[in-house]
C-alpha cells in the first residue's frame, strides 16, 4: 500500500486553497483524470486542520504478486526440494559405419565411518558401451553391450602407443556359481596402416544365448581426446578429489599428532 501524506503547518483558508482550481486540468492535471467514483474518497475541508489521504497504487499489488509467485515457484524447484546439489551425467560419443561408442565415467563409491570421516568402498570406473549398426547412420541400442574399464585398465590404454596392442578379460560371475558362463574380451589393436586402433568387443553369453561380436575404428586424434579425457577423470575414479577437498592447512598438523602413523615421518618411525 502506498500511503501519501498531505501536511501543511498553516492552517488552511478559502483565500489559501481554492477548491475551483482542483478542476482546472492545466493546474491539477493527475486530480482530473481520476474518475467520479476514485473523486468520491478525497475530502477537504479548507477550516479543519491538515487530514490525511492514503491511495492505493495496484503496481505495489503487482509487484508483490510478482514477488510472491517468484519466492514459491523458486521454492518448489526439485534442487531446493531435494535439498541436494545437482548432479551432471556427461558422455562421449564416437559414431562409425559398423558401429557407435559411448565411452561414460562413473563416480566412485564412499562408505562413512563411526569417525564421522568417509572411506572409499568401490572405485570408480568407465563405461563403455558398444551398440551395432541398424542403417545408414542408425544403431541398435537394444543389442548394445557394455564393458567396465578399471582405473588400472584405463592406465593401460593411456600409455598404449600408436603400434601397441591390449587385451582385457571379464567374468562378471568369477567366483561365483555361473563364472564361466558370461565371457567378455576387450582387444584394442592398431590399425593396419597406424592411423588409429580397432576397438573389438566380444561378449559370449550361455545364459542368454549371446554371442556377439562389435568393433569400431577409433582414429588418432578421437584415440587422443579418449586418452586425454581418460587422464583427466583418474584421480577423480581413485577420490582423490573428495580427499584433496575435505583438506585444509591447519587439519594437517592435527591429523598426524592424533594418529602419528599417517605423519609425514613414518617411514623412519616404524
Same mark, same amino acid.
Given at each position: 500500500?502506498?500511503?501519501? +501524506?498531505?501536511?501543511? #503547518? ?15 486540468? $492545466? ?15 478525497? $475530502? ?14 495496484? +503496481? #505495489?499489488?503487482?509487484?508483490?504478486? $510478482? +514477488? ?62 558398444f551398440a ?11 543389442? *548394445? ?20 596392442s591390449c ?6 560371475? &568369477?567366483? *561365483? ?6 565371457? &567378455?574380451?576387450? &582387444? ?15 561378449? +559370449?553369453?550361455?545364459?542368454? !544365448? ?16 579418449l586418452k ?30 592424533? !594418529? ?11
Open positions: 500500500m502506498l500511503q501519501l +501524506q498531505l501536511l501543511s #503547518s498553516p492552517p488552511l483558508t478559502p483565500q489559501t486553497l481554492n477548491l475551483n482550481s482542483i478542476s482546472n486540468p $492545466k493546474l491539477f492535471p493527475s486530480f482530473s483524470s481520476l474518475n467520479s467514483s476514485q473523486t468520491r474518497s478525497f $475530502k477537504f475541508n479548507p477550516l479543519s486542520k491538515p487530514s490525511k489521504f492514503s491511495l492505493k497504487c495496484r +503496481q #505495489s499489488e503487482y509487484f508483490d504478486q $510478482k +514477488q510472491r509467485f517468484n519466492d514459491s515457484s523458486s521454492s518448489t524447484s526439485p534442487s531446493s526440494l531435494a535439498g541436494l546439489p545437482a548432479r551432471f551425467y556427461v558422455g562421449h560419443s564416437i559414431y562409425k559405419g559398423k558401429a557407435a561408442l559411448t565411452v561414460e565415467p562413473r563416480a566412485p563409491e564412499f562408505v562413512p565411518l563411526d569417525s564421522g570421516a568417509f572411506k572409499i568402498s568401490r572405485e570408480g570406473f568407465v563405461l563403455l558401451q551395432p549398426a541398424a542403417g545408414v547412420r542408425q544403431y541398435d541400442w537394444s543389442r *548394445k553391450q557394455v564393458f567396465s574399464l578399471s582405473v588400472t585398465e584405463i592406465g593401460t590404454l593411456i600409455s598404449l602407443g600408436m603400434r601397441e587385451e582385457f578379460f571379464h567374468d562378471p560371475f &568369477k567366483g *561365483k556359481s555361473d563364472e564361466g558362463k558370461v565371457r &567378455k574380451v576387450l &582387444k584394442v589393436e592398431p590399425l593396419p596402416d597406424g592411423s588409429g586402433h580397432f576397438f573389438n568387443l566380444g561378449v +559370449q553369453n550361455k545364459l542368454l !544365448n549371446v554371442d556377439e561380436n562389435v568393433y569400431i575404428p577409433i582414429t588418432r586424434g578421437e584415440f587422443t581426446v586425454s579425457a581418460f587422464s583427466f577423470i583418474l584421480p577423480y575414479l581413485l577420490g582423490w578429489h573428495a580427499f584433496a577437498n575435505s583438506t585444509k592447512p591447519d587439519d594437517t598438523s592435527r591429523a598426524n599428532n592424533a !594418529n602419528p602413523r599417517y605423519g609425514g615421518d613414518y617411514e623412519w618411525t616404524m
